[in-house]
């Protein structure tokens, strides 16, 4: 069995598509899991894809229970995630002479809780999951399956196999955990097998209290890329230039988290400041109608109690920055719950793996 954390972008998302600065951080209160049983008898071969009972549930007890909880759950389950990632898994091997042992068959299944269709990487958590118990079962390690390839490997599921508008700051924050700063410098990106520079910095850094909330009744995560990849590949002046004032929200958060001038409470304020910022070039990059009523309304409430605000993702939740304290902590609770949104503090997830030459996060 094995576990993959949800992860949430502070600074600079949406920008790792797009060439851009991004610091995000791996969500140690939501994961997924994927166990990979061995087939009971030796001469059995087969590999089983195991339905999740709720997930991919296709019994209801009536076309009302079927409209709810599709409307909550999605239309699609996590049987599709780990079909793609075994015919990846495979394929990859393949394309790099990694050879497989003969072994046993065996069945793949996967739990998660993570909040559906909210940005918070759920998806993605559940194919790396996957992609791990099929390199410890067919023993691949490092030098097989370095970690340097995996981020690329899932997005080419998601993006490759089944058309799902991805980046790779999920990824990377997926496979290394703990908070990582990525630069997507085309150059660098071009030299290094897509690869950008990624730099660790201390969970202890980040400003105190965050908290997640987020919508039981969400939109499609993903959706909120519509229309905009194309117009910035085309070269479209505006977008281009959003994109560019969204990468240095990832830059002015690294040196405010690194200490550098303000510090104490201006620096929260910042912090606090930059997190709106960020989200309002978001705002003004996709519009309204693309990124939802319950998204706009839950970043209308942080900001409504003076706190700092930015989704986490594609839409769906957001993670917010109580800069004045628990007193505020509280106020954010009572306007939340009011309207049905869930509010959790968040709990940054472990480092999962070294960082490619051990990088550190840049001083200046």
């Not at 389950?77 to 079909?83: E, F, W």
């Not at 995996?150 to 999920?170: F, Y």
């Not at 409504?304 to 109580?322: D, E, H, I, P, R």
């Not at 503090?345 to 200046?364: D, F, H, I, K, M």
């Amino acid at each position: 069995m094995h576990r993959t954390f949800a992860r949430v972008g502070l600074f600079g998302n949406p920008s790792d598509q797009y060439y851009g600065r991004t610091i995000a951080f791996s969500l140690a209160n939501f994961w997924a899991e994927v166990t990979l049983t061995p087939s009971a008898d030796a001469a059995d071969t087969a590999v089983r894809i195991v339905p999740h009972p709720v997930y991919d549930s296709t019994h209801f007890a009536s076309l009302e229970q079927l409209v709810t909880r599709t409307s909550t759950e999605g239309l699609y389950g996590g049987v599709r995630l780990l079909l793609a990632a075994c015919k990846r898994f495979g394929e990859h091997c393949q394309q790099h002479g990694i050879p497989l042992p003969p072994r046993r068959g065996f069945s793949l299944s996967y739990d998660t809780n993570v909040p559906r269709q909210t940005g918070l990487s759920g998806s993605s958590a559940i194919i790396y999951s996957a992609l791990k118990c099929l390199a410890d079962w067919y023993g691949l390690g490092e030098e097989q399956l370095p970690a340097a390839v995996r981020p690329g490997l899932v997005l080419s599921v998601e993006a490759g196999e089944l058309g799902i508008a991805a980046g790779l700051q999920d990824r990377v924050v997926q496979v290394y955990g703990g908070v990582v700063h990525m630069d997507f410098d085309a150059e660098h990106m071009a030299a290094h097998g897509g690869a950008g520079r990624y730099s660790r910095l201390d969970p202890e850094l980040l400003p105190s209290p965050l908290y997640i909330m987020y919508s039981e009744n969400p939109s499609e995560s993903g959706k909120v890329h519509s229309g905009v990849k194309a117009k910035w590949l085309a070269g479209d002046p505006e977008v281009r230039a959003l994109m560019t004032r969204v990468a240095a929200c990832g830059d002015e958060g690294l040196q405010l988290l690194l200490g550098h001038t303000p510090t104490g409470a201006e620096r929260d304020r910042r912090l606090a400041e930059l997190m709106c910022a960020n989200f309002d070039l978001r705002h003004a990059l996709f519009g309204d109608a693309v990124l939802g009523a319950r998204n706009l309304r839950m970043v209308e409430i942080a900001k409504s109690v003076g706190a700092g605000v930015n989704f986490t993702g594609s839409g769906g939740a957001v993670v917010v920055f109580c800069k004045d304290g628990l007193e505020q902590a509280a106020a954010l609770r009572v306007a939340a719950e009011a309207e049905g949104f869930t509010l959790v503090p968040v709990q940054v997830g472990p480092e999962t793996a070294p960082l490619p030459n051990a990088s550190c996060a840049p001083s200046s």
